[in-house]
């Protein structure tokens, strides 16, 4: 299994700056890619950004030059670098890590998801 913490979300003002982390933990040799999702009430959970080893990360249109994830392997973290922040990037962001099965000992596969962090953008 593997466990995922967000740290970081808080209230920043329209144009500001706001780093999220995100550390995972147990079978992290399992993790085959990374991401960050958001989510307002009402509306289903998007992706906001992605990264799989070897290949080039994958932004939504509404956040592309604004927001940039990093994945750092040795220490089993992804953060969100977001700058430029507008009230409509107003949400709870989801740190989330998909499993892969296809190597030895990795038995569980599906998505692994954090606990949620909210982000707050005032005008």
């Known amino acids: 299994q593997v466990q995922l913490v967000e740290s970081g979300g808080g209230l920043v003002q329209a144009g500001g700056s706001l780093k999220l982390s995100c550390v995972a933990s147990?079978?992290?040799?399992?993790?085959?890619?990374m991401a960050w999702y958001r989510q307002v009430p009402g509306k289903e959970r998007e992706l906001v950004a992605g990264?799989?080893?070897?290949?080039?990360?994958t932004y939504a249109d509404s956040v592309k030059g604004r927001f940039s994830i990093f994945r750092d392997h040795n220490k089993d973290m992804v953060s969100l670098q977001m700058r430029r922040l507008q009230p409509e990037d107003t949400a709870v962001y989801f740190c989330?890590?998909?499993?892969?099965?296809?190597?030895?000992?990795?038995?569980?596969?599906?998505?692994?998801w954090g606990q949620g962090t909210q982000v707050t953008v005032s005008s």
């Open positions: 989330s890590a998909s499993l892969t099965t296809a190597k030895e000992l990795c038995y569980v596969g599906g998505t692994a």
């Open positions: 990264k799989t080893s070897g290949d080039p990360a």
């Open positions: 147990g079978d992290t040799y399992c993790i085959s890619s």
